[in-house]
T-cell receptor
Framework: DTGVSQDPRHKITKRGQNVTFRCDPISEHNRLYWYRQTLGQGPEFLTYFQNEAQLEKSRLLSDRFSAERPKGSFSTLEIQRTEQGDSAMYLC??????????????FGPGTRLTVL | QQQVKQSPQSLIVQKGGISIINCAYENTAFDYFPWYQQFPGKGPALLIAIRPDVSEKKEGRFTISFNKSAKQFSLHIMDSQPGDSATYFCAASRSNDYKLSFGAGTTVTVRA
């Protein structure tokens, strides 16, 4: 399977714990995006990378959130000191800037986080 | 601040009928307008996309209509099938970053 993969698919944690999610993009894609989706809402942009450079972070991304993309390959999203309001589906998407279908973003299946 | 407003929140259509979902945006810098389909437990998947230099785009049973002056666009699903039952999201972005702003979604139920 050459699509976007995310791990884990589900994570249950207690308030105050740290969690880390991983995203493996489509191998030739140089852009990688993170979104957060709460129940009944559309995904909201969090941050994006072009290769290893983090180009933008949303104001939604508090200081407790950090994302990395070492060597421009996989990416990790870490949430420190989780809060119940962090419970959501975290989606990763990747795309290519090489033209074609309007730089289509391919989404992974998401990581569902539940903070107790 | 929601940059893309979507309606209706849900709709029910009979098999073979037409589903219509509407979206409106404010940011005139947006120049890329995709529609995504999402099934429960899955990530969104691109259905069809349009740029503002055309007023309509059709791919199979799916058609986007775009009205640049009104800052509105819509998705028409023709000959709706039970397999089309899903949540549909409109989105918009600028072509410098393709950072997507999504609508709140429309849950479509197709009754056999």
């Amino acid at each position: 399977d050459t699509g976007v993969s995310q791990d884990p698919r589900h994570k249950i944690t207690k308030r105050g714990q740290n969690v880390t999610f991983r995203c493996d993009p489509i191998s030739e894609h140089n852009r990688l995006y993170w979104y957060r989706q709460t129940l009944g809402q559309g995904p909201e942009f969090l941050t994006y990378f072009q290769n290893e450079a983090q180009l933008e972070k949303s104001r939604l991304l508090s200081d407790r959130f950090s994302a990395e993309r070492p060597k421009g390959s996989f990416s990790t999203l870490e949430i420190q000191r989780t809060e119940q309001g962090d419970s959501a589906m975290y989606l990763c998407a990747s795309s290519s800037t090489g033209g074609g279908r309007y730089n289509e973003q391919f989404f992974g299946p998401g990581t569902r986080l539940t903070v107790l | 601040q929601q940059q893309v407003k979507q309606s209706p929140q849900s709709l029910i259509v009979q098999k073979g009928g037409i589903s219509i979902i509407n979206c409106a945006y404010e940011n005139t810098a947006f120049d890329y307008f995709p529609w995504y389909q999402q099934f429960p437990g899955k990530g969104p998947a691109l259905l069809i996309a349009i740029r503002p230099d055309v007023s309509e785009k059709k791919e199979g049973r799916f058609t986007i209509s775009f009205n640049k002056s009104a800052k509105q666009f819509s998705l028409h699903i023709m000959d709706s099938q039970p397999g089309d039952s899903a949540t549909y999201f409109c989105a918009a972005s600028r072509s410098n970053d393709y950072k997507l702003s999504f609508g709140a979604g429309t849950t479509v139920t197709v009754r056999a």
